[in-house]
């Protein structure tokens, strides 16, 4: 390879080992078995036997529907919906005689909103599949013949065809790697759209389709490959390749998983054995968990409500009509004269009373269905998509280093962000950078590094004494000068700039360094322009020690055929010298072993192991004579864990050349073996050679708070949501990052539970599994219960519980989690340590189900997808581990501290406009049903509508629709500001204050006020009188007019009322609303007679000459909105709601009194145990009493 970004050929045939998390030993008898019958022939996809195979092509949909089945899939969307399917039969009924309107206008606003509905549907879908089409439509290299590669698009490659993909491109379907630009047929890939990982996965093809380096290579090629069915499994591949009658076996080595990109490799060939949605990432590809709000499942049961309630009217208005139609014909005396009962219809025979009862129930039913919102569904959806606009726009959520703003994914969750009872959330990469800085390091028993980390400065504010600093003088003026480097944070003139050559132990220190820039798999880049190394690395750990060992003196800088080279600081010449190590093997990093180790030859011939890895594992490797600072290191790994650093053990020995062939002799037979015990045959070669190992010393690498995070926490405390950290770290890690961003305090109480007692510990060297599983979990339960009791026995002291992975296994189990779950929420923060992914989804269920209150989850990785899935909303944070959290979550943020202004200000927004919005809707539809149903009573349940029939129809459609949706959009209570001001605000929605049942039949209770108060207002002001210079009393036109022009007048002024904060937008809307039905009016009247009807010329002729119409509509609303005003005027003076006391303080220019917002700030719903606030609080407390313990007699 050559420095920078043009690389030569070398060869990694013995260097690696095995690929980390994966297992080669699946047992190959299982070939051609059930499950793994695929045969595939390679390079020949049209032979007979082939296409009798019948495999799928590669063309992929991700889309919902297709032209055939949008249509029918979509209108069963829309009709699932009870209301949508009540509409729809009651516009069926409208084409019978039953009906008590004309069919066109029952029908054309149902179809109004189902077709908008479906419109957006449709252009949803018609993303998506743009979006495949894209996808589809790239183009590949595929073998032609003749050693022939021709280009052509994704979605026409066949299982079996040979493919070209070059440098940076993303695999077209799931290959097998026949060769590559490298010698040995290695290749780099990165995984970060199927796992989240950006670090790059190396894979390597079998030796025997390795020297196919060429096009021309493959003329002749003929492979049969026989494996496993298709699978969700991105981590386990078994199958068998066949070449000259020849079988070799395949494992996950050899598989290039479709959407996985090529990187840092020129070239690679493969042959496709899975396409389309046989694919592994597309048998992954579930649509995700279907999730609603609260206040949506809320809302159906109100609509249930409604239509219960209708039936039972209906029912009513029938039996009384029936009743009424009995009585109409007795002793040849007809009561409704006007009916004539005696030469009627079934509708009206007295004689069949009971058939004209149940067929004006089906009218009764046509009629009230006014009481039911036809428009709330697709106004909400409305609503909701300009609200995530909104969000999507925030540039107050824009992270300006990433370029990466905040992104709604789905704005079904809106409101459920304003109700945000628990957040559970990751730590590295969430609360941290993720971005790792040396800062620290100890060599030969000596600490060496300034650096001060964050969990320091926390410890340091803990025990209220100042950082103590080592009275270096250069550091005070250096330190600005040196432009920062990503990685590398170390600060120690003792070291830097080559003075380590002046150490006692130089020797020590150059070893360690040069341990450092060898023992990796990273990758070295050089721009060409200012020929500055950049590195590829599995880890950021691993990033930042080979940055480390470069600024200390040892600078890798090239991979070749034979090794690695570096430029190293002489420490007798005090020069740059040049160096080569060849590698011979490289033993990988996996979560078992917990450490890596490099075999190399350097230039003298001498053979070095050289070995990092976790401190629980390598002190035990040690040799006796290898030990020497062993003990004054593990005090500085336990002060870096206290800093809240990630450290490692470095250590060497040097091997002589009969055990190394006889390691290598083993190792190497372990590789090649397809047995079922593979891996545990290469760990047992790699465990004979790590042994009797010498200590040189240990690093510390720092993964930074992100900025924000402790005032995030904070004010996330301060309006009453609890916090819960769920992590992979070591437990004493954990507890300083919480101390480092405020969720644990000096004095509040530690409830740790562990299975690390003595105890517990000497079961485990027994290996008795049954007794430590049983030990194990009363050890857990009597831990929970001992913790019960701490808290019970102060109820002023606050605690946190911290628990590790293993008890956490036990205390999540069936038996016992309700117990942990209670000790959980009564403590103030939660930390769970060393959680597994299915752990972390397993507590956010707990919590969720338990408390039946909104959870949300936020994460990053690709280990938090279970969890940010299985909670109420899943934040994806679009930061360092990759893509798959975000691609799985509700809502995208870059950062951690955004989660502020998402919940306080965006949520609170959300919640309270939609619940105002429901009710509201409610409300309108209500009034508009009550009258009528009076008027229909007083026309003796005849069936007889108030209004004419577009009235009817457009009341929801146009006339109150628009002031509502702004009121969705734009209105709030309080400004941004005072929503940051004033967190305990946020409790109104926790606590669900503005959708409670009270307030919900409130809302309800105000609607049926006002449809009596309108109708009989209407009624008797205009029943006896002249209404004409005439002398002429009105007719049904003009009172059904002038109550609908009362309805209209009130609703949107009830409206006004309602809102708090008026754009120009709204006062349109409003205004605009009740000009518009003005307009209408003028308009439908002046139509034909046969289409107008009972509206003709209404309103010019009838309505406008007549003062009393004017009269009586103003007098008619100013009493309708009365007893709102009133109740609002009481409610805000002596019974406000914390909103409103806000208000106050906005309206009174008191913002900036501090005093008069403290008392504000002390009407909280229960007290803060955690952030920057309580513990200033803590400590007002305690000074407080120390005054008055000193000053008291």
Not at 581 to 600: A, C, D, G, Q, T
Not at 1147 to 1176: K, M, N
Request: with cysteine; aromatic share 12%.
């Amino acid at each position: 390879m050559t420095t920078g970004r043009r690389r030569r050929k070398f060869r990694f045939s013995n260097l690696y080992s095995f690929a980390c998390g994966s297992r080669y030993g699946d047992d190959h008898s299982r070939i051609g078995g059930p499950g793994f019958s695929r045969i595939v022939f390679a390079n020949d996809p049209d032979c007979f036997e082939a296409t009798n195979l019948n495999y799928p092509w590669n063309y992929v949909s991700t889309t919902k529907y297709t032209l055939a089945t949008f249509i029918p899939k979509s209108l069963f969307e829309q009709f699932r919906r009870v209301a949508n399917f009540y509409f729809l039969i009651t516009g069926c009924l409208a084409l019978t005689p039953l009906a008590p309107y004309t069919a066109v206008s029952a029908i054309l606003p149902l179809l109004i909103v189902i077709g908008a509905t479906m419109a957006k549907e449709g252009i949803e879908d018609r993303r998506r599949k743009q979006q495949d089409n894209e996808v589809n439509n790239r183009k590949v290299k595929v073998h032609r013949g003749d050693g022939n590669f021709e280009y052509t698009k994704w979605k026409n490659l066949r299982v079996g065809d040979l493919v070209k993909v070059e440098k940076d491109d993303f695999f077209p379907a799931d290959l097998i790697l026949l060769s590559s630009s490298y010698e040995d047929a290695i290749c780099y890939v990165e995984t970060m759209n199927l796992d989240g990982e950006t670090n790059l996965k190396l894979k390597q093809s079998l030796e025997v389709t390795s020297s196919l380096q060429e096009e021309s290579n493959f003329q002749n090629f003929k492979a049969i490959v026989k494996c496993e069915d298709p699978n969700a499994n991105l981590y386990s591949f078994v199958g068998t390749i066949e070449i000259d009658d020849q079988e070799y076996p395949l494992s996950p080595q050899q598989l290039l998983l479709r959407d996985s990109k090529l990187r840092n490799t020129d070239h690679i060939y493969g042959i496709v054995i899975f396409t389309g949605h046989d694919t592994k990432v597309m048998q992954n590809a579930t649509d995700p968990p279907s999730k609603r709000s609260k206040i949506e499942r809320k809302m159906d049961k109100i609509i249930y409500l409604l239509l219960a309630s209708l039936v039972i009217i209906s029912l009513i208005g029938s039996i009384f009509f029936g009743i009424f139609t009995k009585n109409d014909l007795k002793n040849g005396r007809m009561k409704r004269w006007y009916l004539r009962p005696d030469d009627s219809n079934i509708y009206f025979d007295p004689k069949r009373s009971s058939f004209a009862a149940f067929f004006h129930f089906l009218t009764a039913m046509m009629l009230y269905s006014y009481f039911i919102p036809i428009s709330l569904y697709i106004s909400i959806e409305i609503v909701k998509s300009l609200q995530a606009l909104f969000i999507n726009r925030d540039m107050q959520m824009y992270h300006e280093d990433s370029d990466k703003p905040s992104h709604a994914r789905t704005s079904n969750l809106n409101e459920e962000l304003g109700q945000v009872d628990t957040i559970l959330s990751d730590k590295t990469g969430t609360l941290t950078c993720n971005s790792m800085e040396f800062i620290k390091c100890s060599i030969a028993g000596t600490a060496y590094g300034r650096g001060v980390t964050e969990v320091e400065k926390a410890m340091a504010r803990r025990k209220g004494s100042p950082l103590i600093y080592e009275p270096e003088e250069f550091e005070e003026n250096q330190v600005d000068t040196v432009p920062p480097i990503k990685g590398f944070n170390f600060k120690d003139s003792r070291v830097m700039n080559g003075n380590w050559i002046k150490e006692r132990h130089s020797d020590i220190i150059e070893k360690f360094l040069r341990l450092l820039a060898v023992c990796h798999t990273c990758i070295p880049e050089i721009d060409e322009e200012s020929g500055k190394i950049s590195y590829e690395a599995e880890s950021p750990d691993e990033a930042a020690f080979v940055i480390a060992a470069r600024e200390l003196g040892f600078e890798f800088y090239r991979r070749t055929q034979m090794g690695i080279s570096l430029h190293e600081l002489d420490p007798r010449s005090g020069r740059i010298v040049e160096r080569s190590y060849k590698l011979l093997n490289i033993l990988e990093f996996n979560s078992s072993r917990k450490r890596m180790s490099v075999i190399v030859r350097d230039e003298e011939g001498k053979l070095l192991l050289l070995s990092k890895g976790a401190d629980s594992v390598m002190f035990g490797r040690l040799a006796k004579n290898g030990s020497e600072y062993e003990e004054v290191t593990k005090e500085h790994i336990n002060e870096y864990a206290d800093a809240g650093l990630r450290t490692l053990v470095l250590a060497y020995r040097e091997l002589d050349e009969k055990e190394y062939e006889n390691f290598n002799k083993r190792f190497t037979s372990a590789k090649n073996s397809v047995s079922a015990d593979r891996d545990d045959k290469i760990e047992e070669a790699a465990d004979m050679i790590e042994r009797d190992l010498i200590l040189l010393g240990a690093t510390a690498v720092e993964d930074k708070l992100q900025n924000g995070v402790p005032e995030c926490i904070d004010k996330l405390a301060q309006a009453g949501i609890k916090i819960w950290v769920l992590t992979g770290d070591k437990m004493e890690t954990a507890i300083n990052i919480g101390f480092a961003c405020s969720l644990l305090r000096q004095g509040m109480k530690q409830i740790i539970i562990t299975l690390e007692s003595a105890d517990i510990i000497a079961l485990e060297k027994g290996g008795n599994k049954d007794a430590i599983a049983k030990a194990s979990k009363e050890s857990v339960v009597h831990q929970i219960n001992e913790g019960k009791k701490l808290m019970s026995s102060s109820t002023t002291a606050s605690y946190a519980l911290i628990i590790d992975g293993k008890s956490l296994a036990y205390a999540l189990e069936d038996d016992a989690k309700n117990l942990f779950l209670q000790l959980a929420l009564s403590c103030g923060s939660v930390i769970c340590c060393r959680s597994s992914p299915k752990q972390k989804a397993l507590v956010t269920r707990l919590v969720k189900e338990g408390t039946r209150k909104v959870t949300l989850a936020i994460g990053d990785g690709a280990n938090d997808v279970g969890m940010l899935q299985e909670a109420d909303i899943g934040i994806g944070i679009s930061g360092a581990e990759g893509m798959q959290a975000v691609m799985s979550s509700d809502i995208a943020i870059a950062q951690f501290r955004f989660l502020e202004r998402l919940l306080l200000v965006h949520g609170h927004w959300c919640y309270r406009r939609i619940s105002s919005m429901i009710c509201y809707f409610f409300y309108k539809n209500l009034t508009f049903g009550v009258t009528l149903f009076l008027y229909e009573a007083y026309a003796s349940f005849s069936g007889q509508p108030a209004y004419n029939d577009w009235f009817l129809s457009l009341y929801n459609v146009f006339f109150t629709s628009l002031p509502v949706i702004a009121l969705g959009v734009f209105d709030q209570d309080v400004s941004a500001r005072f929503c940051l001001k004033f967190p305990m605000l946020y409790q109104e929605g926790v606590q669900n204050v503005l959708f409670s049942w009270a307030r919900i039949i409130g809302w309800m209770l105000n609607g049926i006020v006002s449809g009596i108060i309108i109708f009989f207002f209407c009624t008797n002001a205009l029943q006896h009188q002249a209404f004409r210079k005439g002398g002429e009393v009105v007719s049904l036109d003009i009172l059904g007019t002038t109550m609908y022009t009362c309805v209209v007048w009130v609703v949107n002024c009830q409206m006004a009322l309602s809102v708090s904060y008026f754009t120009l937008i709204q006062h349109i809307f409003i205004w605009g609303g009740i000009a518009f039905w003005y307009i209408f009016l003028l308009i439908y009247g002046a139509m034909p007679t046969s289409f107008s009807t009972t509206a003709f010329m209404v309103f010019v002729e009838g309505l406008a000459p007549a003062p009393s119409y004017w009269i009586v509509t103003l007098f008619v609303v100013i009493a309708t909105l009365i007893p709102y005003i009133a109740y609002a005027a009481i409610q805000m003076r002596f019974f406000p709601m914390y909103h409103n006391m806000i208000q106050w303080i906005r309206f009174d220019g008191r913002a900036d009194d501090p005093e008069y917002c403290h008392v504000v700030r002390q009407r909280s719903v229960r007290p803060t145990t955690v952030g920057v606030s309580a513990r200033l609080d803590a400590k007002v407390s305690q000074l407080a009493r120390v005054h008055h313990a000193v000053h008291s007699p």
